[in-house]
Structure formats: structure tokens, C-alpha cells
């Protein structure tokens, strides 16, 4: 069975740094791009990066940039969201989810784990 | 960026209703579109991609038609498991973007 666990979520002052990690199971992460969605409290989805199957390329959603860092290490099957100078706009629950093959569709994604950035 | 607009954002309907959700994109995305449920509390659900191909185990009530600019989710014969949100995402260009929603809720 496929299954995709994020951590690393929690309480963080604005300006601070958090890292989420993604571990999956049941499947070869590293046969798959991988990505992180967003959705503030009551909110829609935001994509927010994919890294590709290799980690030699990587986009962000532009209010991201210069900010996150998405990375890999497919040995431990897993995928990381590294975050710095954090806003109170980047409260969300956190998302890892897996694309289908080479298409960029969401097929299976994680519970979620919870970003809260204070002012 | 590729905007995607829902319409509309709240739909009340019945139990047994067929209903449908449109989804606008702000320019041309072929048939680079997929939908998705979430439930409260829980992670989206992946439904429908290339704008009418059903993923596995979704129940065949759900199918999607479109192309271009308008796309469609109709679901017929409503269960009472599928008064949730929908979304719709295009994967035309990046950033990938997603539709604001739309709420169906119980009459």
C-alpha cells in the first residue's frame, strides 16, 4: 500500500525556520517527481514545489523562492521541505504528494502536517 | 499564471441530484486537467485527470468532459459520501495552479 507520512510541522516565530520531511512507503520514491502543497486554514490548494526524480531540478511557486529549499534522498525514500524566514502567510497544512508518473497530477498524497507561523 | 475559476463556489443539492461543476482557465490548457475531493480534515482525493480519464476506484457517478477553457465534473446520482469540496488543477504550465473550490452541500 502506497502511503506518504509527513512531520515536522509546528509552532514557529515569524522569521524562523521549520523543515517538514516525507517518508514514503510501499512504492520506489525515487522512480517519482514529488511535490509540497499548501492550504492555509479555510483555504484552497497552493502548490508550493516539486523536485524532480534525481533532485537535479526543482521549482517553487514564486512567493516561495529564495526561501524554501525541496531536496530528496531516495535511499531513505524520503522528501524534505526546508523553510526560512517564515511569514505569517505561510500558516498552512503542508502536503507531500506524489505525481503520477511524468504528469503533474496528485495520485497519493500524506495526511498533512501543520505550519502555524506567528506574528 | 494560468488562472482556474470554479462556478460555482457553494451548490446545495439532494441526495440522488446530478449536479455539475465548471472550471474556467484563464487561457488554453488542452485537456491538462484534473480534479480532486477533500474531505474535512483530510487530504484531496484524486478523481478525474486529462480532463475525462477516471482514476482507479473512483466511482463511476464521477466523469469529467471538456478541453481548451471549460471543463466540467458531473457527478450523478449523489451519495450522501459526496457532499464535500472539489477541486479542479491545471498542469499546463508551472506553477501548477489549482480552482478556489467548490463547496457541495446537503439540501
Known amino acids: 500500500e502506497v502511503q506518504l507520512v509527513e512531520i515536522g510541522g509546528g509552532l514557529v516565530q515569524s522569521g524562523g525556520s521549520l523543515t517538514l520531511s516525507c517518508v514514503g512507503s510501499?512504492?520506489?520514491?525515487?522512480?517519482?517527481?514529488m511535490s509540497w502543497v499548501r492550504q492555509a486554514p479555510g483555504k484552497g490548494l497552493e502548490w508550493v514545489a516539486s523536485i524532480r526524480q534525481d533532485g537535479g531540478e526543482t521549482l517553487y511557486v514564486d512567493s516561495v523562492k529564495g526561501r524554501f529549499t525541496v531536496a530528496r534522498d531516495n535511499a531513505k525514500n524520503s522528501v524534505f521541505l526546508m523553510m526560512t524566514s517564515l511569514r505569517p502567510e505561510d500558516t498552512a497544512m503542508y502536503y507531500c504528494a506524489r505525481l503520477l508518473g511524468d504528469v503533474t497530477i496528485y495520485d497519493y498524497w500524506g495526511q498533512g502536517t501543520l505550519v502555524t507561523v506567528s506574528s | 499564471d494560468i488562472q482556474l475559476t470554479q462556478s460555482p463556489s457553494f451548490l446545495s443539492a439532494s441526495v440522488g441530484d446530478r449536479v455539475t461543476i465548471t472550471c474556467r482557465a484563464s487561457q488554453g490548457i488542452n485537456n491538462y486537467l484534473a480534479w480532486y475531493q477533500q474531505r474535512p480534515g483530510k487530504a484531496p482525493k484524486l478523481l478525474i485527470y486529462?480532463?475525462?480519464t477516471l482514476q482507479s476506484g473512483v466511482p463511476s457517478r464521477f466523469s469529467g468532459s471538456g478541453s481548451g477553457t471549460e471543463f466540467f465534473l458531473t457527478i450523478n446520482s449523489l451519495q450522501p459520501e459526496d457532499f464535500v469540496t472539489y477541486y479542479c488543477q491545471q498542469r499546463k504550465s508551472y506553477p501548477i495552479t489549482f480552482g478556489q473550490g467548490t463547496r457541495l452541500e446537503m439540501k
Open positions: 486529462t480532463a475525462s
Open positions: 510501499g512504492f520506489s520514491l525515487g522512480s517519482h517527481w
